[in-house]
């Protein structure tokens, strides 16, 4: 069966400090994968998503940015976090056309 | 603009008390609704995905409907354990082939004994 795993849990970080959030997917073979944001009392923002290696595209453009080093591998980055970078951060893969997307356990991100 | 818009924004029930949670959308070219449910500190778990209207789904007290302008999730005889923030998400067709998921803020279900 397929699993996704984040990583960390929790991250508390000063603001201007760099950023590197895990995602990595198994049992399945190029998933779509996805970046989002998901804000206290709002629905889920996405950030990013890849439908192969290398292949990267931005909904919102932002203080991130994101890579897809190998297929089942998907990493959120930022040079400097702001505090509004602040937020829980979910990945997701669907192996694409209609089928439903699957969530990791995410991040809790507090910048201080 | 697409939109989905969930309602109410909590819900409390005593256990056993029926009622319906509401999703209502405005997309162009809908090509699937989802719902999902998420608990304190954790990512959505997938429920249902629902395609067209009149389609129904269930799994153990819960039942997802469609109709061209919203969907309910009815929760039958609810217990303490299904309280939960439920999301409801639809896809939209996106020029390129890329379907993205719009996500509404959720429902907070609290069930009390």
């Known amino acids: 069966s397929q699993t996704i795993h984040q990583w960390p849990a929790t991250l508390v970080q000063p603001v201007g400090s760099p950023l590197s959030l895990e995602c990595t997917v198994e049992?399945?073979?190029?998933?779509?994968l996805y970046w989002y944001r998901q804000a206290a009392g709002r629905g889920l923002q996405l950030l990013f998503y890849?439908?192969?290696?290398?292949?990267i595209s931005s909904e919102v453009p932002q203080n991130l940015s994101a890579s897809r080093p190998q297929d089942r591998q998907f990493i959120l980055s930022s040079k400097k976090l702001l505090l509004s970078d602040s937020g829980f951060y979910l990945c997701?893969?669907?192996?694409?056309?209609?089928?439903?997307?699957?969530f990791g356990d995410g991040t809790r991100l507090s910048i201080l | 603009e697409d939109q989905v818009t969930q309602s109410p924004e909590a819900l409390r029930l005593q256990e056993g008390e029926s009622s319906s949670l509401n999703c209502s959308y405005t997309?162009?070219?809908?090509?699937?609704l989802f719902w999902y449910r998420q608990d304190p500190g954790k990512g959505p778990e997938f429920l249902f995905t629902l395609y067209s209207a009149g389609e129904e789904k269930e799994k153990e007290r819960l039942k997802a409907t469609l109709t061209k302008k919203e969907s309910f999730l009815h929760i039958t005889a609810p217990k303490p354990e299904d309280s939960a923030t439920y999301l409801c998400?639809?896809?939209?067709?996106?020029?390129?082939?890329?379907?993205?998921?719009?996500f509404g803020a959720g429902t907070r279900l609290a069930v009390h004994p």
């Open positions: 997309v162009s070219g809908l090509r699937g």
């Open positions: 998400a639809v896809r939209a067709f996106k020029t390129g082939g890329y379907n993205k998921l719009i």
């Open positions: 997701a893969w669907a192996t694409g056309g209609n089928q439903p997307q699957h």
């Open positions: 890849s439908v192969g290696i290398g292949q």
């Open positions: 049992g399945t073979s190029n998933p779509n």
